[in-house]
């Protein structure tokens, strides 16, 4: 994960489909702090809390002139179904051909009883209202994390 963007750098323009169908790009974010957040699966276990603890803080992060999006190598239709099932209120990306995941270096080897494969190695970008990387949290473990941005958010909010 050496290929991280840098805090400072200009973040890397994505083009993704959210759950619904619309091609989403981080243009779409001119003018908010984004936090954008990558995650291995919909419906598994840590990924689930970490979308219902960013979800649960969504007022907090709206007041803060934030925006929260998820990427995962899902389906839109997948993402349509977890945001149902878990009442979500967030927007989730589609990257099955792992484009954006690459672009921000979070697409590479993990491990997993024994076994190597490649997948999404959990991570998240606060990205400032000028496109810059504000902020990043490589190797994300859930528990508090989504309070741990806040925090971020709220510290460099004020600068």
Excluded at 29 to 37: G, N, S
Excluded at 38 to 60: L, M, Q, R, V, W
Aim: with cysteine.
């Amino acid at each position: 994960m050496s290929n991280l963007p840098k805090i400072g750098a200009t973040a890397p323009d994505f083009a993704a489909k959210d759950h619904k169908g619309d091609l989403i790009s981080l243009s779409h974010f001119a003018a908010h702090w984004l936090v954008l957040y990558f995650y291995p699966k919909d419906n598994t276990p840590g990924c689930t809390t970490e979308a219902i603890d960013f979800t649960h803080f969504s007022p907090e992060f709206a007041a803060l002139n934030a925006k929260v999006v998820g990427v995962s190598p899902d389906t839109e239709k997948s993402h349509g179904k977890f945001i149902e099932k878990h009442n979500l209120s967030l927007q989730l990306l589609s990257d099955p051909e792992h484009t954006v995941t690459s672009a921000y270096g979070v697409w590479g080897l993990k491990k997993f009883m024994g076994k190597e494969y490649m997948g999404v190695i959990r991570s998240t970008f606060l990205i400032d209202a000028d496109g810059k990387v504000a902020y990043v949290w490589p190797n994300v473990r859930v528990k508090g994390h989504a309070e741990a941005v806040l925090k971020k958010l709220r510290e460099l909010g004020q600068s």
